[in-house]
Nanobody, 125 residues
């Protein structure tokens, strides 16, 4: 069973950049599409971005389009989320998820059966 581990979160100032990593436990990560969600206390998990199995296609929520970039390196079994121009509203726990079905633009968390434990991103003014 695929396991995911996120890393790279931290405390940054508004306008800064941060790169999150999602490391997969299996060498068959190329068989999975990957997505990033985020969640703040009291709110539902929010879709951020998704990428295809090969890494050649991606999709973004309107709230991060133009600022965030998702990528996937199957040789390293890792997906990334490059976040530029961070603002206070980006503060959240960020989760990586995956599915062997290949879906990557569906905003519903239930679509993705495999999840990491999350990494905290805090943006200060």
């Amino acid at each position: 069973q695929l396991q995911l581990v996120e890393s790279g979160g931290g405390l940054v100032q508004a306008g800064d950049s941060l790169r999150l990593s999602c490391s997969a436990s299996l060498a068959t990560f190329s068989d999975y599409s990957a997505v990033w969600f985020r969640q703040t206390p009291g709110k539902e998990r929010e879709y951020v971005a998704g990428i295809s199995k090969t890494g050649h296609s991606d999709y973004y929520s309107d709230s991060v389009k133009g600022r965030f970039t998702i990528s996937k390196d199957n040789t390293k079994n890792t997906a990334y989320l490059q976040m530029n121009g961070l603002n206070l509203e980006d503060t959240a726990v960020y989760y990586c998820a995956a599915t062997v079905r290949g879906t990557y633009s569906d905003w519903r968390p239930a679509t993705y059966p495999i999840w990491g434990q999350g990494t905290q991103v805090t943006v200060s003014s």
